[in-house]
């Protein structure tokens, strides 16, 4: 079974405004049983206003690894990463970092 080890925040903008966010986590994904053994994932958290300022005219942003919420709230943050964890669980810990790698950016990613 696999769980956060850590969730830290790399850096963080706050626009004009409380519904205007772009913040970056690097989170940390390892078995329970065996204490401090981590692959690190990353991944952005971003609110739909930051992310029509992202695009522009006629650009692209390719989903993996953003995250895209209205309000910023980290209970609720958590438990979606939970969900994703679960979701991505396998027998074989590399398929489920492999698994966990369509929705971050992994580390072990080439």
Known sequence: MLMIK?????????????????????????????????????FELVSPTRLDRMLGQDNIIIGRGHFIARDFNIKSLEATINRIIKKCEDDDIERAYENLSKYFRWEMDV
């Open 6 to 42: 850590a969730l830290t925040k790399m850096y963080e903008d706050w626009g004009e405004g409380v519904d205007d966010f772009y913040i970056t986590y690097n989170v940390d994904i390892g078995p329970v049983e065996i204490n401090g053994a981590s692959d690190t994932f990353s």
